[in-house]
């Protein structure tokens, strides 16, 4: 083995959308052109770049697989123009009759290798084995026969699980995003066969928390046992539906990380290297246990491919990477980057003129009103602070954003507080206080006109008069059903017509306003302020929403924050009572907003049905309530989240910030017509009934 084996890499960020293949070339070109700039010999980029993570059920059209080969052309004839540079993109790939979620490995003019993924992620919003098969056949490939069609200079290339060197000696191994996270990772294979650069292409989308465990536990903690070099690349942004990929992009050695990726930055690419020593590899190898497992294993054959990606004599003075630490943001931290990261992506992407909010100075709106001016910080310091660079993420509307995020959000965000005679003068002020403060485009109107024209409708049908006097409460229902659904209709109304007044083109997006808490419960009216185009706080709680509110109260000083921060939420519906609100959202629900947190944990991810509910609150809460009481928030709950089930089935899209969001589309997939689960209460009253003899 020769000494002074150095090799400059890179990994790269990019903010693909799914059959965006125009796009999504140009980007994976822009990566690969300035990895070769910065002197890397190998630029690796996420899993299904070619076409996007996000294509979903266009996965079954042979449109999909066929344009990403056209795609792939276009790379490996680049690659010749980019000398020993070792690009490796996604795509998928049909092997006879079955579909693959495949990494492609390109270098002068030529495909290398295809490596198929293994282990399918099905979890959470995953459903990637509905597309793909994994790759069953351990160790073996097959020569694939490449289609004439495409025009590549070969006919056939390895495809199967494999490994190449280069001509140089360096050993390149795989794994794709999931195989990382299972119980049998890839790369304890991969390390046994020596194979000195592990390079991962992945598709991991952002919740609370998760890049701790993704980068600290599994990246380093797997290069800390093993050593090696591993090389993480992910996607960036919304890529046409409810996630938000974090990006994160790391380039880590002997459990050590070198070089990474800002998590939240907005830009489409983002490229960093390393120059490493991969003698300190094999140093840190040379453990008894890791030898004595690898003279072990079969002798397994590896792809060799001429190309060289080791630094060149001339280059040894070149200094090496120093390690760099490691960040762990707080989940407040991240409320202020992920969700207003996707906004502006999802704005800029639908080419819409900005955002349309009915602002009622409660607490979630606040929340969203507040994400969307972050967003403005955001966008406007990421163009200020790189003035002599080109980034599609500066622009808005064929416009360099301004400096000022005052300035911007002002151009980009309508709000409008939509009053009756039951709000009260302390939620019209703090609406109107935060406008100001952001800078939003604030007005106040009062919405009884068009309640009572709707009421006058019902009275011409039937002759009745409906009253809040009414003791039938599907009367005081449908009363305050009216009024919330108006706001929906009026919402709708000026988000597509306020423009015109302002004399500037085009509609706003509607942004809707419910918590994932209000909607477990169903305390929200369908069709009302929970309703709208998206929504980027509807996975995240109410507890959640009240801490973030603090940490951006504390940052910013916000006029308008703390007396929504320090408010009891209502709905204020009902009449007021010498102008004050007697409604308030927790006593209607019949628990509080921190007690729904702790049973929306329990209930998903927790996995809880309302009996194991009932014996997990049993110990949490016994310190505050008896097990009767216990047992009847839990059927309280149950009932509410029962009845109500079928307001998630029209939910509003949501920025998908938790695992315990309740999104029926692809988070939590649940029936909404329910029986009375008198089986499971049944053996709840058991239990209560035993607990209430002992005492």
Known sequence: MPWNRRANIAVCTVNQWALDFKGNLERILKTSREAFEKGARIRLGPELEICGYGCADHFFELDTQNHSWEVLKVIVDESKKLPNLLIITGMPIRYEITLYNCLVSVCNGKIISIYPKSALCDDDVYRESRYFTSWKRKHEYVEYRLDAEFGFEQETVPFGDVFVQSSDGVRVGFELCEELWTAKTKAVDLTLRAVDIICNGSGSHHVLGKSHQRINQLVLGQTQKLGGIYLYSNHRGCDGDRVYYDGMSSIVMNGKLYAQINQFDIEDTCVVNSVLDLDEIVVFR???????????????????????????????????????????????????????????CYLRRSKMAGFFLPLSGGQDSASVAVMVRLMCEKVCKASRENKDKEDPAY?????????????????????????????????????????????????????????????????????????????????????????????????????????????????????????????????????????????????????????????????????????????VPTAELRPLEDGKVVQTDEDEIGLTYD??????????????????????????????????????????????????????????????ANQYSNDDHRNDHRPFLYPNFEWQFEKIEKIVNELEEKQ
């Not at 206080?433 to 011409?460: E, R, T």
């Open 595 to 656: 007690e729904l947190a702790v049973i929306g944990k329990l209930r998903r991810p927790g996995g809880c049905g309302p009996y194991a509910l009932f014996l997990k609150l049993l110990p949490l809460w016994s310190d505050k309530y008896t097990p009767r009481e216990v047992a009847e928030k839990v059927y309280r709950f149950t009932r509410r989240y029962a009845i109500n089930r079928h307001k998630a089935t029209v939910a509003t899209p949501s920025c998908h």
């Open 286 to 344: 040379n453990k008894q246990s890791l030898c004595e497992q690898s003279s072990r294993e079969p002798i397994i054959p590896f792809i060799r491919f001429d190309g060289r990606l080791l630094e060149s004599p001339q280059q040894l003075t070149a200094p090496l990477a120093k390690p760099i630490s490691t960040r762990q943001r707080t989940d407040d931290d991240e409320l202020c980057h992920a969700p207003p990261a996707w906004l502006w």
């Open 395 to 567: 622009y808005f509307q064929g416009e360099r954003v301004p400096d000022d995020p005052a300035e911007f959000c002002s151009r980009v965000l309508y709000s409008v507080y939509m009053g009756t005679k039951n709000s009260s003068e302390e939620t019209k002020k703090a609406a109107e206080d935060l406008a100001k403060a952001i800078n939003s485009n604030h007005s106040s109107i009062v919405v009884d006109m068009a309640v009572d024209a709707l009421l006058g409708v019902f009275k011409m049908s039937f002759g009745l008069v409906l009253s809040f006097t009414n003791p039938d409460n599907r009367v005081i229902m449908a009363l305050q059903n009216i009024q919330a659904r108006i706001r929906m209709v009026l919402s709708y109304l000026y988000a597509q017509a306020s423009l015109v007044y302002y004399n500037r083109p085009g509609s706003l997006l509607v942004l809707a306003t419910s918590n994932v808490d209000e909607s477990l419960v169903g305390y929200v009216t369908k069709y009302d302020c929970s309703s709208g185009d998206l929504n980027p706080i509807g996975s995240i709680c109410k507890k959640d929403l009240r801490s973030f509110l603090k940490y951006v109260y504390e940052e910013y000083k916000w006029e308008g924050l703390e007396a929504i921060m320090n408010a």
